[in-house]
Structure formats: C-alpha cells, structure tokens
C-alpha cells in the first residue's frame, strides 16, 4: 500500500487550496479513505472521511462548511479542497486507509499565514 499527498502550500488566511493523495497498492475503490493532519506540537487529528459505497463524507467540527472531500475511483485519488483557510489549519496533511491495518502517506505541508 503507498499513498501520496501533495499540493500542500503557504497560502495567505482566508486563502483556498486542494490536496490530492495517489493511493496504490490495494482495491481502492473498496475502502474507505481519511484525511488526517498534525499541527507543531499537536496530536494528529482526524479532518474528514470518504466511504466507499453511498457517498458519504463526515468532516471534524472545526471545518465543516469550509473543507470538501472527495475521491476518484477510477483515479484512485482522493482530494480534500479547502476553503477559507485559519492559521490554525497550519499542519502537516496526510492520506490514510485501513487494509488490514492503517497506512499512512507521508504527508503535505499546509502552512496559513499572512
């Protein structure tokens, strides 16, 4: 199993930006996929979710109404876009899924600062 983050840049508070994450190495389509991030001396903490039958998506509380993902099977690629970006999203972003046990991409850096 490999996943690959990118897209991670600094962008200016209030900014936009998409991150993408490249899985391989499994049936995609039949696993559900997270995005999770960590902040400088912070926990990781989940930020959303994509299942992978139905549609649904479930997000933290801290950025629902500004962050959608989304995932392309046929891609194997699952995309978080962000909007409306707080200096407190500043973290290192990061794909995972659980296929026996959980993977872990290496990780984008998003940094929101003026």
């Known amino acids: 199993v490999q996943l690959v983050a990118s897209g991670g840049v600094l962008v200016r508070p209030g900014g936009s930006l998409g991150l993408s994450c490249t899985a391989s190495g499994f049936t995609f389509r039949n696993y559900p996929m997270r995005w999770y991030r960590q902040a400088p001396g912070k926990e990781r903490e989940w930020v959303a979710g994509a299942e992978n039958t139905g549609g649904v998506t479930t997000y933290t509380d801290s950025v629902k109404g500004r962050v959608t993902i989304h995932r392309d099977n046929a891609k194997s690629k699952v995309y978080l876009q962000m909007n409306s970006l707080k200096p407190e999203d500043t973290a290192v972003y990061c794909c995972?899924?659980?296929?026996?046990?959980?993977?872990w991409g290496q990780g984008t850096q998003v940094t929101v600062s003026s």
């Open positions: 995972c899924v659980l296929v026996g046990q959980r993977y």
